[in-house]
């Protein structure tokens, strides 16, 4: 049961395309699940090359900033949205450090990854960042569209 008291949040996690091409999707929104985190939307996309350059805009002057654009634009990713209470935080303790060898084991990154630039997931960084990438330019362009429902740790 969810105390009422207790502020439920959103994040954006998206399978990144070395994920989706190595059939890690599945794994991953089952770590999300058992967790006890609820769906509310989820679309396999296409990143067109702008909104890319928009989601990782905080990135811009960094030198890996092509190859990052290259890699996320380079085949499908799986868009979803996911509630529930501490999400944005125990979603990215779930993922694991940026660099997969310096994540720790029985996290996504430290189970299933071995290159920084090949890290199979995104999620937001703040609460804030999970509203700005599930609601903004993401929203229209991939028309990631959130429904509204009762499961697991929420009934
Ligand atoms: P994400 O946004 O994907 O969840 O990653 P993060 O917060 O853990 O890491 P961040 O510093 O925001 O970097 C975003 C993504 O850029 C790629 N990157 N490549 N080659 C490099 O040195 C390098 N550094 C970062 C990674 O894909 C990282 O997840």
Same mark, same amino acid.
């Given at each position: 049961l969810v105390a009422s008291m207790e502020q439920v949040d959103e994040t954006y996690i998206m399978v990144k395309p070395d994920g989706v091409? =190595? !059939?890690?999707?599945? *794994?991953? &929104?089952? =770590?999300? *699940?058992k967790k006890g985190f609820k769906l509310t939307a989820l679309k396999l996309f296409q990143c @067109?090359?702008?909104?890319? *350059? *928009? %989601? +990782? $805009?905080?990135?811009?002057? $960094? @030198? #890996? #900033? @092509?190859?990052?654009?290259? +890699? &996320?634009?380079? !085949? @499908?990713?799986v868009c979803m949205a996911w509630e529930g209470v501490g999400v944005v935080a125990s979603a990215r303790k779930l993922i694991g450090s940026t660099d997969p060898l310096k994540a720790e084991p029985g996290? &996504? =990154? !430290?189970? /299933?990854?071995?290159?920084? !630039? =090949?890290?199979?997931?995104?999620?937001s960084d703040s609460p804030e960042n999970g509203k700005r990438e599930i609601g903004g330019t993401a929203y229209y362009v991939s028309g /990631?569209?959130?429904?509204? +429902?009762?499961?697991? %740790?929420?009934?």
């Open positions: 091409q =190595r !059939g890690l999707v599945g *794994e991953i &929104i089952s =770590r999300l *699940e @067109p090359k702008e909104l890319a *350059e *928009e %989601h +990782y $805009k905080d990135l811009k002057a $960094k @030198p #890996f #900033f @092509p190859g990052l654009i290259d +890699y &996320i634009t380079s !085949g @499908p990713v996290t &996504i =990154r !430290g189970d /299933l990854a071995v290159q920084t !630039g =090949r890290n199979v997931v995104h999620g /990631l569209k959130k429904v509204k +429902y009762v499961s697991g %740790h929420q009934l």
